[in-house]
């Protein structure tokens, strides 16, 4: 294990990467993590990927059954039929760092899992959610801080994106999804 | 979105174990999390400027 003392959830996130990269199960990294990574900082201090793993019988005890081996204390919460978010996957050290692997969000569709960008951090390759689905994402959630967080990376990478295909992913979360998006964009690139 | 209940109850239980830390720790954990995010940050700022049109984004220096 690679965390020594608190607040090394990131460091916790690349041993479960290990252990999920062994069990061939795709990730990538979101929520505050893939913000500092789009250059937007923030305090979040617990480490969120997304897996792709369908939250029936077998693939949900093939996970627990992988992390407890690899020696990880995990706990499994499943979302009612209404909830947006399938199940979540909690593994949390003996330093209180924590990391939740998020399944069947919602709206998501599997190729987010190939348009993850693959980065080097502290020794490892890691895979961190595109910046089209992240975006999409993050206006599909709505809270302030998640908007906060788009229009950050509004501001760092505006030029970088692309606009179809943003466009067309926030068109999967529904029409306030996309009508958010626009205004967001017409906002951004007014000061950008 | 509908709010998920499944995220409001583990944010729940982060508050929770926060909560549980001392002052001192907290800063720790806090000074730790603040080193491994602005690596991350960086990660993130080499990424770009690896694969990306050219911007006028540099680095920030190392500490």
């Known amino acids: 294990m690679r965390s020594k003392g608190p607040g090394q959830s990131a460091l916790l996130l690349l041993d479960v990467i290990g252990a999920l990269n062994r069990l061939h199960i795709p990730y990538a990294i979101v929520g505050a993590f893939a913000a500092s990574f789009y250059g937007v900082v923030r305090a979040s201090m617990d480490a969120d990927a997304v897996i792709s793993l369908q939250p029936n019988q077998t693939g949900v005890k093939r996970l627990l059954d992988g992390l407890r081996k690899a020696g990880f204390q995990s706990t499994y919460r499943k979302g009612d039929l209404s909830d947006p978010v399938g199940a979540v996957v909690n593994i949390e050290d003996n330093f209180r760092n924590r990391v939740d692997l998020l399944m069947n969000i919602r709206g998501m569709a599997d190729a987010v899992f190939s348009r993850a960008v693959e980065a080097d951090f502290m020794g490892a390759q890691i895979r961190v959610i595109g910046i089209e689905d992240f975006i999409a994402m993050k206006i599909f959630a709505g809270s302030a801080k998640d908007l906060n967080d788009v229009t950050g990376v509004l501001k760092v990478s505006y030029d970088r994106i692309n606009l179809p295909l943003l466009k067309e992913l926030a068109q999967k979360y529904g029409r306030n999804a996309l009508r958010k998006l626009h205004s967001l964009l017409q906002e951004n690139k007014r000061s950008g | ?63």
């Open chain 2, 1 to 63: 979105m509908k709010k998920s209940e499944v995220l409001h109850k583990d944010h729940d239980e982060m508050i929770a174990l926060y909560k549980r830390m001392k002052p001192e720790e907290r800063l720790v954990a806090f000074f730790n999390h603040s080193q491994l995010i602005h690596r991350l940050y960086q990660a993130g700022v080499g990424y770009r400027l690896r694969t990306l049109p050219p911007s006028n984004e540099k680095p920030l220096k190392k500490r």
